[in-house]
């Protein structure tokens, strides 16, 4: 199989701007779909009861959300897929939070990530995603932080794809 490239890239404008606006959380049917076209944007989202929440991201200083979708290859066994991570940060600690960050700890999960550019990203097109650690405190200095901070990652053969079509809401 030839892997030809296609294209080069640009330097381009400076129009972009890091960090994370929102995470849309679902519970991941058995039979989940996410049709997507040839350019990689996603077309139709489909599975029995697929609700996603939306988690709003604390944006303040120091605070950020992150999501990174890294290539992983290894040329011995000649394989590659894509290392897909996000931390979702939230601040102070509550019993709702509490309960929910139980939730999503055993869940199994389809998550879609607006950055703060207003893209949508499907995390965990087919595998999934789950949550691999977590951090939950109240700090040390008054200044600190009272909160979660959630990792969740996804591995899959090809990079997140870019969601165009309206996220079906709980």
């Known amino acids: 199989m030839a892997c030809d490239l296609t294209r080069g890239f640009e330097v381009g404008c400076s129009d972009s701007i ?4 929102e995470f ?4 991941m049917p058995n039979d989940f ?9 996603v077309t139709g989202l489909t599975g029995q009861g697929l609700a996603y929440y939306k988690y709003e991201c604390t944006n303040a200083q120091g605070a950020a959300s ?3 979708d ?23 600690m509550d019993k709702i939070k509490r309960n929910e960050v139980k939730m999503i700890a055993r869940a199994k999960m389809s998550i879609i990530i607006k950055d703060n ?16 650690a977590g951090e939950n405190g109240t700090g040390t200095a008054l200044g ?7 990792s969740f990652q996804a591995q899959e053969f ?8 309206a996220i079906p809401e709980a």
């Open 18 to 21: 890091g960090g994370v606006a």
């Open 24 to 27: 849309w959380i679902a519970n």
């Open 33 to 41: 779909a996410a049709a997507t076209d040839g350019s990689g944007e």
């Open 66 to 68: 992150t999501m990174s």
């Open 70 to 92: 890294n290539p992983t290859v290894n040329d011995q066994n000649g394989s590659s897929f894509f290392d897909q991570t996000a931390t979702y940060v939230l601040n102070k």
């Open 117 to 132: 550019n207003g893209t949508y990203w499907l995390m965990g097109k087919e595998n999934g995603v789950r949550l691999t």
């Open 144 to 150: 600190d932080r009272n909160g979660y901070s959630l």
């Open 158 to 165: 090809e990079p997140m794809p870019i969601v165009t079509v």
